[in-house]
């Protein structure tokens, strides 16, 4: 079974701090890989995709190492508003049956940001 | 910004009881899914739909399941015979043609009585 791994936290963490997350993937031939936020009892939201050459949006930043396996996400200058879930998602390569087209998630990354 | 909608957006049935939850994916997107959320637990997929027919499924997707794309706007799940573990989140998504990203909607909560 392929998986995604990421750490539950919470991670508690005072406003404008940076804080990171981490995912770790077990499919080598998974071929497109993105971050989402859900909020609770909420749909996950596309926060960036992750390409191998890393990627930023404004306070974000993405990072693939596809030799390791691993994702990150950056977080810069933390906000209230950042207080959410975080969710590693991987596609590509994961099923049976041909397709290569469904996602695959990690429990998702607790955040609490503390005023 | 157009949006993935869902109705309904809670569902309350009996075991045993079929239901139909419904979808409107945005309006140009040609790749359509169906995810699901247990509470607590993280988001799995179980089914991809293109070109009018299933283009892969999950090993939850079982003969109880069924997607249909009925009209040019609406993709549906059909539950056959549902049961206590079927309780979930139920999101429907979509995606472009040489897009990877999907969007969700927001969901239907399902709870299995």
């Known amino acids: 079974r392929k998986e995604v791994e990421q750490d539950p936290g919470p991670f508690n963490v005072p406003e404008g701090a940076t804080v990171a997350f981490n995912c770790t993937y077990s499919?080598?031939?998974?071929?497109?890989f993105f971050w989402y936020r859900q909020d609770c009892r909420k749909e996950p939201k596309l926060l960036m995709s992750v390409y191998s050459s890393g990627n930023e949006d404004g306070r974000f930043t993405a990072q693939l190492n596809r030799a390791s396996q691993y994702i990150s996400l950056l977080i810069r200058d933390s906000k209230l508003s950042d207080s959410a879930t975080y969710l590693c998602?991987?596609?590509?390569?994961?099923?049976?049956?041909?397709?290569?087209?469904?996602?695959?998630f990690g429990k998702g990354t607790h955040l609490i940001i503390q005023p | 910004e157009p949006e993935v909608t869902q109705t309904p957006s809670h569902q309350v049935t009996q075991m045993g009881q079929e239901v139909i939850l419904r979808c409107v994916p945005i309006s140009n997107h040609l790749y359509f899914y169906w995810y699901r959320q247990i509470l607590g637990q993280k988001v799995e997929f179980l089914v991809s739909f293109y070109n009018n027919e299933i283009s892969e499924k999950s090993e939850i997707f079982d003969d109880q399941f069924s997607v249909e794309r009925p009209d040019g706007s609406n993709f549906t799940l059909k539950i056959r015979s549902t049961k206590l573990e079927d309780s979930a989140m139920y999101f429907c998504?979509?995606?472009?043609?040489?897009?990877?990203?999907?969007?969700f909607g927001p969901g239907t909560r399902l709870t299995v009585t």
């Open positions: 998602v991987v596609k590509g390569a994961i099923y049976s049956g041909g397709g290569a087209d469904g996602l695959t």
């Open positions: 998504a979509s995606r472009p043609q040489q897009v990877h990203e999907q969007y």
């Open positions: 499919n080598s031939a998974s071929q497109s």
